[in-house]
């Protein structure tokens, strides 16, 4: 029987949930309507091109994402300690460095671009539209540091659905642009990248706007001009947050970078073919992150509070209701995934060869969401270095599996893919109770009993 505080807890799961499902959900239209505006051309060699680019594009910045994840949880547990200068500080701190790090960036486009699509193993025709694809992205990399803490900031504070409207509007306008400048005036991979830089500008604008409307963003001004604010303690604790999930992050994302240089070697079709999959992926990981979002927020106001009992109730209820929600996207795509897979490309080859591959793509939600659920949970605890270690033994699994499921072909890049979406659920379970002993003490005896 459920209990009246547990329907609360459950509204409160949903309560952030649902609107962070559906901003994902707009949030990857960006991904998909590039790919399947450039795939109505007709040509492997641009819709690889747009996924190489993309690729690397998502290596350069979701390694940062730590300034969105970060900011989400500083931000949460200083509204569990009912503490409004702590949350300003949150943000002006992260948007200090947000700005450095773009600066880095600019300075480094030169070297960067050259470098990381031949890491990526950007060849021929491939090369040339993937290039031109990064060079118009690249200027709107600090415009996409600067939202992530934005968007992190306002999630902290349950302004979810403000971050929906949005994320949606911006969407619609970047969908708009796509077809405008692809299938209108012809402009090919440029028209694409164009209308994406286009868009995110738009998107950091009005995250902006709803950001100073909140009552903390008056402290926030008036602490960027004291010095105490950029205090080296204070800078300190910061960036040992953000340099756990800097290092998690740039191992996961070397993951799936390692995956897309894998599928190269077997050709456009076959790349092109991936990167098809890998928006399905991301899709159903971007809808079931937000049980991710809900966790970062509530179990970062739970440790903020020092409430061990509904930290618990949290865990348990999180899970449970991203495994569901797991089950049924993987139901849905076994589903209906043929045919909106095949629609990607009217490359006749590719939508036959995208059906061959297409079952991994069915069983990654349900393989997956568990490691997302327990992410949300670490990060909002602050358990960052925790959750750089079980990263570290996820990567080795799959370094493993991708050598000895070599013979396999691309069939065994996505097992050993999967293996290592596995990796990380059993390592982050395994270390849950000692964690939550170290930070809330051993449980009373009747909490026990």
Not at 150 to 174: D, K, P, S, T
Not at 242 to 249: E, G, K
Not at 259 to 278: D, E, S
Not at 357 to 382: H, K, R
Request: glycine share 10%; net charge positive.
């Amino acid at each position: 029987m459920i209990s009246h505080s547990d329907n609360g807890l459950h509204r409160a799961i949903w309560a952030i949930a649902l609107p962070s499902m559906l901003t994902n959900v707009a949030t990857a239209l960006f991904g998909l309507a590039d790919l399947w505006v450039i795939g109505q051309l007709g040509q492997a060699e641009a819709q690889a091109g747009v996924e190489l680019g993309a690729k690397f594009m998502m290596g350069l910045l979701v390694v940062f994402n730590f300034l969105r994840s970060g900011t989400v949880a500083l931000t949460a547990q200083a509204s569990g300690r009912n503490d409004p200068a702590g949350q300003a500080a949150a943000l002006v701190r992260a948007l200090g460095l947000a700005l450095l790090i773009g600066l880095i960036l600019l300075l480094l486009m030169p070297v960067a671009i050259p470098f990381g699509l031949d890491l990526l193993y950007a060849r021929g025709g491939v090369a040339t539209e993937a290039a031109t694809y990064v060079g118009i992205r690249y200027w709107g990399g600090a415009l996409w540091l600067v939202n992530a803490v934005i968007v992190g900031w306002l999630i902290g504070r349950r302004r979810v659905r403000a971050v929906l409207v949005i994320e949606v509007a911006a969407n619609l306008i970047h969908i708009a642009l796509d077809i405008l400048f692809v299938l209108v005036l012809d402009w090919g991979v440029a028209g694409v990248a164009t209308a994406t830089l286009i868009s995110e500008a738009g998107k950091l604008a009005a995250a902006a706007i709803v950001a100073a409307r909140e009552e903390p963003a008056a402290l926030a001004l008036r602490l960027a001009r004291l010095r105490a604010t950029w205090d080296r303690t204070a800078m300190t604790a910061l960036l040992r947050l953000n340099r756990d999930l800097f290092l998690r992050t740039l191992l996961l994302t070397g993951a799936i970078l390692l995956m897309t240089r894998v599928g190269a070697h077997h050709g456009p079709v076959v790349l092109a073919v991936n990167g098809i999959l890998y928006q399905l992926f991301i899709l159903s990981a971007l809808i079931l992150d937000g049980f991710e979002s809900a966790a970062q927020v509530l179990c970062g106001e739970a440790v903020g509070a020092r409430d061990r009992t509904r930290f618990e109730r949290l865990v348990r209820a999180l899970l449970l209701w991203g495994i569901a929600g797991g089950l049924l996207i993987t139901v849905v795509y076994a589903a209906a995934g043929g045919p909106f897979a095949a629609s990607f490309s009217t490359d006749p080859a590719v939508a036959g060869t995208v059906l061959t591959y297409l079952p991994w793509a069915v069983l990654l939600p349900v393989l997956g969401v568990t490691s997302y659920v327990f992410d949300g949970i670490y990060i909002g605890a602050g358990w960052t270095r925790s959750l750089l270690t079980t990263m570290v033994i996820a990567i080795g699994v799959y370094g493993v599996l991708l050598l000895a499921a070599e013979p396999l072909g691309n069939h065994g890049l996505w097992l050993a893919f999967s293996f290592f979406l596995l990796a990380r659920a059993v390592s982050q379970a395994l270390l849950l109770a000692r964690l939550e002993r170290r930070t809330f003490g051993e449980p009373a005896l009747a909490a026990t009993a």
